[in-house]
């Protein structure tokens, strides 16, 4: 928890431009009292060794963590602080959002570098970096109602490392899990996917976010770095019992889909055409078969992807139109005749059917 006796010394000088560790927490703790609203389940909050929430009859709590870590999940050189305190908070709610919960709480623990690089562009050792880190995180929790109750501050020897918990709910019973697609099912997906896989490609490539500009290429960053986590919409299919299955596709929409399918004991028979590709992967692909692969295998659109039956279908469209989100029917689930988990997919291309391989991003590879 962020509180006083818990925290380690060496944070302070990690924080340069920070009178200490201290006032660090004590401006944290201020900032989120300022941007949230009281909540009737919440009996304290930051300020002691642990936050106390009260159980509510009929409910589950939904949990997720997610750990960006500094040149391997993002890199200083082209994410402004703001963006970042936005995606650390983002990621989770997509979690929660994919369960068909409600986010109610959040918990943010930093490991701060003792010494920055000399080539970055951004220092989290300097004050102006957590203000607009905080700006960012703060705006997005306040949009989706969610309080910051606690988390730790350390230093670190080298890179930043961010972990990002959030705390739902939904109905008991209610959550709605990877486990349950049926043959049937028609398959859904929020949005356009390869945007964002577009966009950092598009920073590797040495482009870079800037305020007011419109260009596709701006669309594609943006996409990367502030993802939109789809939480108004997962609430709703989760509290009408719309979905069969649904998953965030962070890590791609071929290999989330796959998981779907082994959880479930099924297949899933892909339309090519069908699949709802960003315009801005072609600044990046060579040609359609190129911009089809990243958009299905490039990961980190935070959009989801559901199966349900097609009596759902009505009421799915009728909440993607009030959420303003596209949502595409691009397959329908199918019986597994392989056991192995790249086989359970399918591409239907052309008219002929081929195997669609469950590629996406992976730490260790």
Same mark, same amino acid.
């Given at each position: 928890?962020?509180?006083?006796?818990?925290?380690?010394?060496?944070?302070?000088?990690?924080?340069?431009?920070?009178?200490?560790?201290?006032?660090?927490?004590?401006?944290?703790?201020?900032?989120?009292?300022?941007?949230?609203?009281?909540?009737?389940?919440?009996?304290?909050?930051?300020?002691?060794?642990?936050?106390?929430?009260?159980?509510?009859?009929?409910?589950?709590?939904?949990?997720?963590?997610?750990?960006?870590?500094?040149?391997?999940?993002?890199?200083?050189?082209?994410?402004?602080?703001?963006?970042?305190?936005?995606?650390?908070?983002?990621?989770?709610?997509?979690?929660?959002?994919?369960?068909?919960?409600?986010?109610?709480?959040?918990?943010?623990?930093?490991?701060?570098?003792?010494?920055?690089?000399?080539?970055?562009?951004?220092?989290?050792?300097?004050?102006?970096?957590?203000?607009?880190?905080?700006?960012?995180?703060?705006?997005?929790?306040?949009?989706?109602?969610?309080?910051?109750?606690?988390?730790?501050?350390?230093?670190?020897?080298?890179?930043?490392?961010?972990?990002?918990?959030?705390?739902?709910?939904?109905?008991?019973?209610?959550?709605?899990?990877?486990?349950?697609?049926?043959?049937?099912?028609?398959?859904?997906?929020?949005?356009?996917?390869?945007?964002?896989?577009?966009?950092? #490609? @598009? %920073?590797?490539?040495?482009? +870079?976010?800037? *305020?007011? /500009?419109?260009?596709?290429?701006?669309? =594609?960053?943006?996409?990367?770095?502030?993802?939109?986590?789809?939480?108004?919409?997962?609430?709703?299919?989760?509290?009408?019992?719309?979905?069969?299955?649904?998953?965030?596709?962070?890590?791609?929409?071929?290999?989330?889909?796959?998981?779907?399918?082994?959880?479930?004991?099924?297949?899933?028979?892909?339309?090519?055409?069908?699949?709802?590709?960003?315009?801005?992967?072609?600044?990046?692909?060579?040609?359609?078969?190129?911009?089809?692969?990243?958009?299905?295998?490039?990961?980190?659109?935070? #959009? @989801? %992807?559901?199966?349900?039956? +097609?009596?759902? *279908?009505? /009421?799915?469209?009728?909440?993607?139109? =009030?959420?303003?989100?596209?949502?595409?029917?691009?397959?329908?689930?199918?019986?597994?005749?392989?056991?192995?988990?790249?086989?359970?997919?399918?591409?239907?291309?052309?008219?002929?059917?081929?195997?669609?391989?469950?590629?996406?991003?992976?730490?260790?590879?």
């Amino acid at each position: 928890m962020f509180a006083l006796c818990s925290l380690c010394p060496a944070v302070a000088e990690s924080v340069s431009e920070m009178k200490s560790e201290f006032e660090f927490i004590k401006r944290i703790r201020a900032e989120a009292a300022r941007h949230s609203d009281v909540s009737a389940d919440l009996v304290c909050g930051i300020g002691d060794d642990t936050a106390i929430i009260s159980e509510r009859e009929g409910r589950e709590t939904l949990i997720t963590t997610d750990l960006l870590v500094e040149d391997v999940d993002f890199k200083l050189c082209y994410a402004p602080p703001r963006c970042l305190g936005h995606k650390a908070l983002a990621v989770s709610l997509s979690d929660i959002a994919a369960m068909g919960g409600v986010p109610r709480y959040s918990l943010l623990t930093l490991a701060i570098p003792k010494q920055n690089p000399q080539s970055t562009i951004h220092n989290p050792q300097l004050e102006e970096f957590w203000e607009e880190f905080f700006a960012g995180y703060f705006a997005l929790a306040e949009k989706c109602g969610v309080i910051l109750i606690g988390g730790d501050i350390s230093s670190a020897p080298e890179r930043l490392t961010i972990d990002s918990v959030v705390i739902g709910q939904c109905r008991r019973g209610q959550a709605v899990r990877r486990g349950g697609a049926h043959v049937g099912d028609g398959i859904y997906v929020t949005g356009e996917v390869g945007r964002s896989a577009a966009g950092l #490609e @598009l %920073l590797q490539r040495g482009e +870079r976010m800037s *305020e007011g /500009e419109e260009r596709p290429a701006q669309k =594609a960053v943006r996409a990367h770095l502030m993802p939109e986590a789809r939480v108004e919409f997962g609430r709703q299919v989760g509290e009408r019992r719309l979905a069969q299955a649904m998953i965030d596709i962070s890590d791609g929409l071929a290999q989330d889909l796959a998981h779907i399918c082994a959880d479930s004991g099924v297949g899933a028979v892909i339309e090519y055409d069908a699949v709802p590709v960003a315009a801005e992967v072609m600044l990046v692909a060579e040609d359609k078969k190129a911009a089809f692969a990243l958009a299905v295998s490039g990961g980190e659109d935070y #959009e @989801l %992807l559901l199966t349900a039956g +097609r009596e759902a *279908e009505a /009421e799915l469209i009728a909440i993607s139109r =009030a959420c303003q989100v596209g949502l595409t029917r691009i397959g329908e689930i199918t019986t597994a005749s392989e056991t192995e988990f790249e086989s359970k997919l399918q591409l239907r291309r052309g008219g002929r059917l081929e195997t669609l391989k469950a590629r996406g991003y992976d730490h260790f590879l």
